[in-house]
């Protein structure tokens, strides 16, 4: 009786050993499929992260072999400079201005060239060209066009007998004049999100709402905006994120000025790295404003959560 149930189990384990090497086989192909991504994550963001934290806690010299661990002498000293705390106020005032009206007025062109006619179409095709366009571009046209002696708004200014403005050099009004040029740049990329967004909703719900008579306003507040909330919330995070990097525009149309009115975060790391060559102190900055947009991307994903469930 003992070589029989022998048998049965020799014939289970023949059975079940393929079986295991064909899962085998398949977590073994989806690591290889995985392998490039990995291995790309690891290099150009695990590695230059973990370097930047490590750099943070040192008295780094962007050239030279000085390096001397200090701990967090460079997080004490930045919360004692104003030169941070003034950067910091100026970022986050141009993301508070900035992505919110990038994200209204996206949605509003959105709202206007959703229709099939060619009209639309090359119409959007207009609005998100200027999305295309390198930093360095767009602050050159509108370096001109906010000219005092020739720009277009001076011409204009003076053809109804009004003195011209020197946008850019004047402390009121150097902030908006970035945040109207970036608006002017970024403005088609969440258009493009909230057509997608808007070509996702069911017509069938808009005749529903049309065979009851509803008001544009009473389907816009009751339809199209309650459908858009995901959208809306991936357009203002990544609006936030994108602009609390705010780099070129400052850079290349005021330099920071005037009176260090329009220097962001970036600017500073910039300047404290490659001018100062304090590379130890622009990587504490680097982390602050990392643990800034990771704050704004964990928010946007515990209220994505609370949406779902």
Known sequence: MREPAMTVTSVQDA??????LARYRDALSGYAFLAPFLAFYAVFLLYPFGLGLWMSLHDWEIVGDYREFIGLLNYQELWDDPYFWEALKRTLQFAAITAPAATVLGLVLALALNGPLRLHGALR???FASNIFSVTVVTLVWSMVLNPDRG?????????????????????????????????WVAGFPMALFLAGLQQIPPEVYEAARLDNASRWAVLRRITLPALARTTLLVVVLQTVMHLQVFGQPLLMTRGGP?????????????????????????????????MMFCVALLQFRLSRQEGD
């Open 125 to 127: 095709a207009v609005f």
């Open 15 to 20: 059975g079940s050993r393929p079986h295991g």
């Open 152 to 184: 277009l708004i001076a011409n204009g200014m003076r053809a109804v007998g009004l003195e011209p403005i020197a946008f850019l050099a004047d402390q009121d009004w150097a902030m908006p004049a970035l945040v109207v040029t970036t608006l002017w």
């Open 259 to 291: 009176a260090n009115s329009t220097r962001p975060l970036v600017q500073l790391i910039y300047e404290t790295s490659f001018r100062d060559w304090r590379s130890g102190y622009a990587s504490t900055v680097s982390v602050v404003l990392f643990v």
